[in-house]
């Protein structure tokens, strides 16, 4: 008396194979297997299910009445492992990778947003996006330790770090002087002379655009009345606005700065630049989410 755990499956799948392309040679063919090794498992499965499964017809084979009741119940075996498999990579599928950037504390919440946004236009393959801030040294370690997968800074690395990465360049944007729309329709005229005394919010001092604005107005000769320095990027626009003072911001989202917070372009510095880099563990880039971070990045 046959028991299940007898049936070896292998053997069956082959059988099914033969069957399904009428010929042992091109099921051999399609397994990347020898005609003798089909051949050899066949004739054990007959063994084991005490009778022939196949007989000769013209140059092919074809089932017996035995192997037509086999190959009926091996269609539904391994058409129910197609199926699991089926239902396994689609499950795959709506499993979100997790993926961990670290953002420089400094860098403008808008340019975030704007790096990280085609992540979400095109989910190829689909992704659990986790943004954490923190200080530039900070970052770095915790990307060594592999607790970030990427590092979105406003400046390269610097030798003496401790740290094996690599910075690849997301591209940079002049920066621009915004206002509300009364106080910059009145210091267009004039700009940037007109700037002079006028009240201005900086970013703090570990901004890497503190200095070049700091050595543009000292150029310019020009003495803003400076009331205020904040790190957060989006509460110097949000205060700026409100407060009608003049601060700074990238030119390449102007269009959004505008929109979203009221606001209106003064003049563009052309000689202060915001550079924006990528940073991770990979010279050369293997992993497609950070591919696509440096493909689509809007300050190229």
């Avoid at 197609?82 to 990778?97: C, I």
Wanted: aromatic fraction near 8%; include cysteine.
């Amino acid at each position: 008396m046959l028991r299940p755990d007898q049936l070896n499956f292998q053997h069956l799948r082959y059988f099914w194979a033969v069957v399904q392309q009428g010929s042992v040679t091109q099921a051999a063919r399609n397994l990347h297997l020898t005609q003798s090794t089909i051949s050899i498992q066949l004739r054990k499965l007959e063994k084991t299910l005490g009778g022939p499964l196949l007989r000769k017809q013209g140059r092919g084979v074809v089932p017996t009445e035995l192997g037509k009741l086999v190959y009926s119940y091996a269609e539904q075996i391994f058409t129910l492992g197609h199926d699991l498999v089926d239902a396994l990579r689609l499950q795959q599928d709506f499993v979100p990778l997790r993926f961990v950037v670290g953002a420089l504390d400094v860098l403008p919440k808008l340019a975030v947003q704007t790096i990280l946004e085609p992540l979400f236009l095109d989910q190829k393959p689909k992704i659990h996006l986790v943004v954490r801030e923190g200080k530039f040294e900070q970052l770095l370690a915790d990307l060594a330790v592999h607790r970030l997968d990427l590092v979105l800074s406003d400046r390269p690395l610097t030798p003496g770090l401790g740290v094996r990465a690599y910075a690849h360049k997301l591209g940079s944007s002049a920066i621009a002087l915004f206002a509300s729309s009364p106080l910059a329709k009145g210091l267009r005229s004039g700009f940037p002379k007109s700037l002079h005394q006028t009240a201005l919010l900086w970013p703090t001092e570990g901004s890497s655009i503190r200095p070049a604005l700091e050595h543009w107005f000292e150029g310019q000769e020009i003495v803003p009345n400076v009331i205020g320095e904040m790190e957060d990027s989006a509460l110097l626009k949000t205060f700026g606005q409100k407060i009608k003072a003049v601060f700074p911001a990238p030119f390449a989202l102007q269009e959004e700065i505008c929109r979203q917070y009221k606001v209106r372009p003064i003049g563009v510095l052309d000689e202060v630049q915001e550079r924006f880099f990528a940073i991770s563990l990979e010279r050369r880039v293997h992993d497609p989410i950070v591919a696509q971070i440096l493909q689509a990045s809007p300050f190229r």
